[in-house]
């Protein structure tokens, strides 16, 4: 009775263990030749491309940055609930599991290809062969595994055993037929073999992922950004000198830097945020699952579409041309009130006016057929704007540095777009490649996910020097944090301590430039009590933050920053 059990754990078992096998295999093989993708990490990211938008945006909002952990622990589960039938399976209908595996290897092998940049040769002799390795592992536990008795079968063993293909050799049946002691045996033997081969595959796949996939990333550090010299630029070695470059006439290759944040910009109190952030704690957001890595040597960024001059430009064409520095704070429509997906960046990068220049478009040469401007990136994510504001006169960037080094991977390496007042989704196009000017209807990445087309910056305000449910002793607590509305900057932050009945004025640090955030402080005298705070900010042109709260889909949250405190 319990026999037949343990036969359908264990046949489901011999699965799992070929799937951990061909896992391995898979992950070692990545780990060797990184150009070979992750089998698990592409399935999750085909995943992620194939889910309806909402779905993935709710997943987004509910999971926050435990997303992608619980995509991939997701995977892993369906492989083992998959795998382990597929186990049972080779015990009734070998011929029919197989077709099942062949299934898998199809499965797999279409999503590590739908990249472009995977190879396709190396890519499915390493899947295929992995899940040959997996099944024959499967297939031995299984024989190690049946017990074949003498006696007459019960109507479920002998349908174990009925199926002509599916039966353990003779060899094998004499060796475990009968008695309890051989089933133990056989046991022991299952056991040893499925556990060690579970282990080879673990440390396999343990052994890839240290070679390879996210530790490779993580350790490289970006290089300083390495800028070519103009010929006529005499600048003198170390500090300054950005001045005379700029001066310097004619075509001469200028390339401007930003001068030390001045100290008043910053505010020295525990618990606030760097005035910039740097780029190892930027925040990140993207739908890839690993970053894709780019040879500058092989990459262009090409400008298309409609457009007089359809142009190519190689890194260097783009390094080679005059560059600036501009602080931006760049923000995610995903951030909830109070939330953590903004920060403050230093880029250095071309305008990407002088780029649309080069391939003869201007701001009064925009017509509908070039309305929209659609950045594209290698992985093929898309993110678009109006043309226009990318010839309005603001620092929209073609950006290649980050803090004075080359982008990290992550945040887009070699080249991205970062553009003042855009939320992410719709401007910030990272490992861009292409540049394409089009008409509105063009739906970008997100917007066919349901989230809203024009995707400009709210007004926001953030308390960051007290938390939520705090117990503070009384006296001096200041209260303060950044509020930001890129590209209209801020001209007043209000903090209460009553609910947003009475309000009063912050001291503001000095605003960096209008596409930053402002920190700001207000020096609170706190009595005992129970206290709910609030911060409201109110941007350059005069408008307050809007007191009503809205979820970020589809176009931002909204509301006041509110905590509760005690004071003792
Ligand atoms: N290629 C690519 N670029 C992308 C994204 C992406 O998923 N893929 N996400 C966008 C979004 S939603 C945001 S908020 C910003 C985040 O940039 P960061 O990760 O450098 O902070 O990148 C944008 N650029
Ligand atoms: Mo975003």
């Known amino acids: 009775m319990g026999k037949q059990t343990v036969s359908r754990t264990r046949a489901g078992i011999a699965g799992v263990v070929g799937a951990v096998v061909a896992f391995g295999i898979a992950e070692l093989v990545h780990g060797l030749y990184p150009s070979v993708p992750s089998i698990l990490v592409s399935i999750a990211q085909r995943i992620v491309e194939l889910t309806p938008g909402g779905l993935v945006t709710a997943g987004i909002e509910l999971l926050g940055t435990a997303d992608i952990p619980t ?247 783009l390094l080679g041309m005059p560059t600036r520095e501009a602080d931006i704070t760049l923000s995610c429509v995903s951030n909830t009130i109070g939330g953590g997906l903004v920060s403050n960046g230093r880029w250095t990068g071309v305008l990407l006016s002088d780029v649309l220049e080069e391939a003869g478009m201007s701001r009064d040469k925009i017509t509908s057929a070039s309305r929209q401007l659609v ?70 990445y997100w917007i066919q996910r349901t989230w809203s087309k024009e995707g400009p910056v709210k007004t926001q305000s953030r308390i960051d020097t007290i938390s939520d449910g705090d117990n503070l002793s009384a006296g001096k607590n200041p209260i303060g944090g950044i509020a930001w509305a890129p590209h209209r900057g801020i001209e007043k932050v209000e903090v209460s301590t009553d609910g947003g009945q009475t309000w009063n004025t912050a001291r503001l640090a000095k605003q960096l430039a209008e596409d930053t955030w402002r920190l700001y402080i207000y020096d609170w005298d706190a009595s005992p009590g129970d206290y709910t705070i609030q911060v409201r900010a109110t941007d350059g042109n005069g408008e307050t933050q809007t007191a009503q709260e809205a979820p970020p889909h589809p176009s931002g949250a909204t509301g006041n920053h509110t905590i509760e405190v005690t004071v003792g």
């Open 71 to 317: 995509l991939i622990a997701t995977v892993l589960l369906g492989t083992v609930v998959i795998t382990f039938l597929l186990g049972n399976l080779a015990v009734r209908h070998q011929a029919l599991a197989l077709a099942g595996v062949a299934v898998l290897a199809a499965v797999a092998i279409a999503a590590a290809l739908a990249d472009p940049f995977v190879p396709t040769v190396p890519t499915v002799i390493t899947i295929v062969g992995a899940l040959l390795a997996g099944s024959t592992v499967t297939g031995l536990l299984v024989r190690v595994a049946s017990p074949r008795p003498m006696a007459p079968p019960s109507k479920e063993e002998a349908s174990l055993t009925a199926e002509p293909g599916s039966a353990a050799s003779p060899v094998m049946r004499s060796r475990e037929a009968g008695s309890d002691e051989r089933i133990f045996v056989g046991r022991g033997g299952f056991l040893l073999l499925g556990g060690g081969a579970a282990v080879a595959g673990l440390a396999a796949a343990g052994v890839g992922r240290l070679l390879g996939g996210g530790t490779v990333e993580s350790a490289a550090r970006p290089k300083k950004l390495n800028l070519p010299e103009a010929p006529d630029e005499k600048q003198p070695a170390g500090k300054g000198g950005q001045e005379e470059a700029q001066k310097a006439k004619g075509k001469s290759v200028t390339h401007e830097t930003l001068p030390q944040p001045p100290a008043d910009a910053s505010i020295d109190v525990p618990g606030m945020p760097d005035l910039i952030t740097p780029a190892s704690s930027f925040y990140l957001i993207d739908t890839a699952l690993t970053s894709p890595r780019i040879d500058v040597n092989n990459w262009k960024l090409s400008v298309k579409g409609a457009v007089d001059n359809p142009v190519e430009f190689s890194y260097k064409d």
């Open 375 to 444: 950045g594209r990136s290698v992985d093929g994510f898309t993110a678009g704007f109006k043309t226009d504001i990318a010839l309005d006169g603001r620092n929209a960037l073609v950006a290649f540095g980050l803090d004075g080094s080359e982008l990290p991977i992550k945040h887009g390496y070699p080249v991205r777009l970062v553009i003042p007042g855009l939320y992410g989704y719709v401007s910030a196009t990272k490992w861009l490649t292409e540049i394409e000017l089009t008409n509105w209807n063009f739906d970008a």
